[in-house]
């Protein structure tokens, strides 16, 4: 069992960046798969980003290559997503979500259904 609080959410300009950060508490958080997820209002839940156990393997979604970065400190059982040049089309809850082990395919780092521990969410809202 894992618990995730998300912090780091806020209001911030187009073009301004924000650090998000999941702490976890429980089992050691070097035996999950960490992630983040979004979801705006009256849209589905979208992949982020995710990180492997030890950082050696991370995705991306689409929409935030280039821009975002995830990384992760076990000493700190702490994942962060550091994103730069924010639009109005990242503004949305941003969730940090935990699954134990790891995969051997981008889909089972990727998918949501797959990942069994969930943060409350931060809220991001990106102004133009």
């Known amino acids: 069992q894992v618990q995730l609080v998300e912090s780091g959410g806020g209001l911030v300009q187009a073009g301004g960046s924000l650090r998000l950060s999941c702490a976890a508490s429980g089992r050691t958080s070097s035996s999950y798969t960490m992630a983040w997820f979004r979801q705006a209002p009256g849209k589905e839940r979208e992949f982020v980003s995710a990180i492997s156990r030890y950082g050696g393997i991370t995705y991306y979604g689409d929409s935030v290559k280039g821009r975002f970065t995830i990384s992760r400190d076990n000493a700190k059982s702490t994942v962060y997503l550091q994103m730069h040049s924010l639009t109005a089309e990242d503004t949305a809850v941003y969730l940090c979500?935990?699954?134990?082990?790891?995969?051997?395919?981008?889909?089972?780092?990727?998918?949501?259904?797959?990942?069994?521990?969930w943060g409350q969410g931060t809220q991001v809202t990106v102004s133009s």
């Open positions: 979500a935990a699954r134990p082990g790891a995969g051997d395919s981008s889909s089972w780092y990727t998918r949501f259904p797959g990942y069994d521990y």
